[in-house]
């Protein structure tokens, strides 16, 4: 029977000395309560951003930044819950006249890049840390240093070369990684059967300190005329099937930014304020959204209008009509 000194030695996280086990890199940021101790930089920060760019100083528009910090498999899973409740799944009405849900990005493909930017990212650069950032667009996941040697963006889907092979075979018992080099062929697999782009990557050669960068879009042009499935629920498969283009884009917003102004669809779809503002009283007419400000003021810049509040009955009652929909349709 082995003492856990001589498991993890055995596993090459250490080195056993007399009666002392002494850590190496991979065992800390394995197992350690706080590796940030010793790397600074063992961290994932996600920002969600407003738009397509990130911009600088007083038009930097992050709405959303999260910090997670922990060893590396805590770090994992914090990341993941984070990043899926970020992550959006859409409504989208088929030719067929039914509706059909479709995820932002299929989950194996944000799954894997967060894991590989979190296994092979450079722990000798320890004050950097990892970046996933969201936009309307994309979604980008940034690691510290560049390619391992004999990797490149030309020849990854064929290549296997961790840089941290004792913090990867770890993870592979725990169940996080397959070592089996099929991680980023899997990627591009599901990209591509959810007709997505296939995946980009790419080394940013910043001054001093190269980082990879992994990239993953969305067709964006759609994605502002889908509807996130919940708000179908709410609203109801007839109404949302006669709603526009610009009246999905204004409901989308509100689903995701938990309201929507007038100065916003302004913005979204190049209307006038007048033409704007109608668009959404219509709507509040549809019974879709509600306007919960001062109604005595003819233009108020202050107007907010929200997706309407549905009883939950109601709401169930159409979730379990889909639910049949669906299991008819695959029987």
Same mark, same amino acid.
């Given at each position: 029977?082995?003492?856990?000194?001589?498991?993890?030695a055995?596993?090459r996280l250490?080195k056993?000395?007399q009666?002392t086990?002494?850590? %190496?890199t991979a065992?800390?940021?394995?197992?350690? %309560?706080?590796?940030?101790?010793?790397?600074?930089?063992?961290?994932?920060?996600?920002?969600r951003?407003?738009?397509?760019?990130?911009g600088?100083?007083?038009?930097f %528009?992050?709405v959303?930044?999260?910090?997670?910090?922990?060893?590396?498999?805590?770090?994992?899973?914090?990341?993941?819950?984070?990043?899926?409740?970020q992550?959006?799944?859409?409504?989208?009405?088929?030719?067929d006249?039914k509706?059909y849900?479709?995820?932002?990005?299929?989950?194996?493909?944000?799954?894997?890049?967060?894991?590989?930017?979190?296994?092979? @990212?450079?722990?000798?650069?320890?004050?950097?840390?990892?970046?996933?950032?969201m936009?309307?667009d994309?979604?980008?996941?940034?690691? &510290?240093?560049g390619f &391992?040697?004999?990797?490149?963006?030309?020849n990854?889907?064929e290549v296997h070369?961790?840089?941290?092979?004792? #913090?990867?075979?770890?993870l592979?018992? #725990?169940?996080?990684?397959?070592?089996?080099?099929?991680?980023?062929?899997?990627?591009r697999?599901?990209?591509?059967?959810a007709k #997505?782009?296939?995946?980009?990557?790419r080394?940013?050669d910043a001054?001093?300190?190269?980082?990879?960068?992994?990239?993953?879009? %969305?067709?964006?042009?759609q994605?502002r005329v889908?509807?996130?499935?919940?708000?179908t629920?709410?609203?109801?498969?007839?109404?949302?099937?006669?709603?526009?283009?610009?009246?999905k884009r204004?409901?989308?917003?509100?689903?995701e930014?938990?309201?929507v102004?007038?100065?916003?669809v302004?913005?979204?779809?190049?209307?006038?304020?007048p033409?704007?503002?109608?668009?959404?009283?219509? #709507?509040?007419?549809k019974?879709?959204?509600?306007?919960?400000?001062?109604?005595?003021?003819?233009?108020?810049?202050?107007?907010?209008?929200?997706?309407?509040?549905?009883?939950t009955d109601?709401?169930?009652t @159409?979730?379990r009509?889909?639910?049949?929909?669906d299991?008819?349709?695959?029987?």
């Amino acid at each position: 029977m082995h003492t856990e000194p001589e498991i993890l030695a055995l596993a090459r996280l250490g080195k056993r000395k007399q009666s002392t086990f002494i850590p %190496n890199t991979a065992c800390a940021l394995l197992f350690a %309560n706080d590796p940030r101790m010793k790397f600074p930089g063992c961290l994932v920060r996600i920002l969600r951003f407003d738009g397509e760019a990130e911009g600088t100083g007083e038009k930097f %528009n992050a709405v959303k930044d999260f910090r997670i910090e922990g060893n590396v498999p805590s770090m994992i899973i914090q990341a993941a819950e984070v990043l899926g409740t970020q992550l959006r799944e859409f409504s989208k009405l088929g030719k067929d006249g039914k509706f059909y849900t479709a995820p932002e990005y299929p989950q194996p493909a944000w799954y894997e890049a967060l894991v590989n930017a979190c296994v092979h @990212r450079s722990y000798s650069l320890r004050t950097m840390n990892v970046f996933v950032k969201m936009f309307d667009d994309r979604l980008e996941v940034e690691s &510290p240093g560049g390619f &391992p040697p004999l990797v490149t963006p030309q020849n990854i889907y064929e290549v296997h070369k961790p840089r941290n092979p004792y #913090l990867m075979e770890a993870l592979l018992y #725990l169940d996080f990684v397959k070592c089996a080099h099929e991680g980023t062929r899997r990627m591009r697999d599901t990209m591509q059967e959810a007709k #997505l782009p296939a995946p980009e990557f790419r080394q940013v050669d910043a001054a001093t300190t190269p980082l990879v960068r992994v990239v993953l879009r %969305n067709d964006v042009r759609q994605r502002r005329v889908w509807v996130d499935a919940d708000v179908t629920l709410v609203v109801g498969e007839s109404v949302m099937k006669s709603l526009s283009e610009d009246e999905k884009r204004a409901i989308n917003f509100a689903a995701e930014y938990g309201e929507v102004s007038v100065s916003d669809v302004q913005r979204l779809t190049k209307r006038s304020w007048p033409s704007a503002k109608r668009l959404l009283s219509q #709507l509040v007419v549809k019974k879709v959204l509600e306007h919960r400000v001062r109604k005595d003021l003819d233009r108020d810049p202050q107007a907010r209008f929200m997706i309407r509040s549905v009883p939950t009955d109601v709401i169930l009652t @159409r979730l379990r009509r889909k639910q049949r929909e669906d299991r008819e349709e695959g029987s």
